[in-house]
Nanobody
Framework: EVQLQASGGGLVQPGGSLNLSCTVSGFTQRDSTMGWFRQAPGKERERVSHVSLSDSTTYYEDPVKGRFTLSRDIAWNTVHLRMSSLKPEDTAIYYC??????????????????????WGKGTLVTVSS
C-alpha cells in the first residue's frame, strides 16, 4: 500500500519560516514526481511546487516562487519544502502527492494535478500574528 506522510505544519507569524516534509512508502518507482498542493478554506486546491524524485528537478508555481524551496532528501522518497517570507494568504492545508510521471530535467512542465496518483492527508499551515 502506498502511503504519504506529511509533517511540519503549524502556526507561524507573517514573515516567518516553516519546513514541511513528506515521505512516501510502499512506492518503488524512483522515476516519478512528488508535488505539494494546498487548499485554503473556501478555495480550490492550488498547485505549489514539484520535484523529480530521480534528478531533483524542481518547479515552483508563481505565488510561491522565490519564497519556497523544495528539495529531495538523500533518501529519494523524502522531500522537504522550506517556506520563507510567509504571508497570511499562505494559510492552507498542505498536501503532498506522488505521480508516476517523471518531471525530469528538460521537461516543460510538471504533471497535471489529475496525474498525481497518490495523496497524503495533509498538514495545516497557519500564518497569523
Amino acid at each position: 500500500e502506498v502511503q504519504l506522510q506529511a509533517s511540519g505544519g503549524g502556526l507561524v507569524q507573517p514573515g516567518g519560516s516553516l519546513n514541511l516534509s513528506c515521505t512516501v512508502s510502499g512506492f518503488t518507482q524512483r522515476d516519478s514526481t512528488m508535488g505539494w498542493f494546498r487548499q485554503a478554506p473556501g478555495k480550490e486546491r492550488e498547485r505549489v511546487s514539484h520535484v523529480s524524485l530521480s534528478d531533483s528537478t524542481t518547479y515552483y508555481e508563481d505565488p510561491v516562487k522565490g519564497r519556497f524551496t523544495l528539495s529531495r532528501d538523500i533518501a529519494w522518497n523524502t522531500v522537504h519544502l522550506r517556506m520563507s517570507s510567509l504571508k497570511p494568504e499562505d494559510t492552507a492545508i498542505y498536501y503532498c502527492a506522488v505521480s508516476r510521471i517523471n518531471y525530469f530535467s528538460g521537461a516543460a512542465t510538471p504533471p497535471p494535478t489529475h496525474e498525481y496518483d497518490y495523496w497524503g492527508k495533509g498538514t495545516l499551515v497557519t500564518v497569523s500574528s
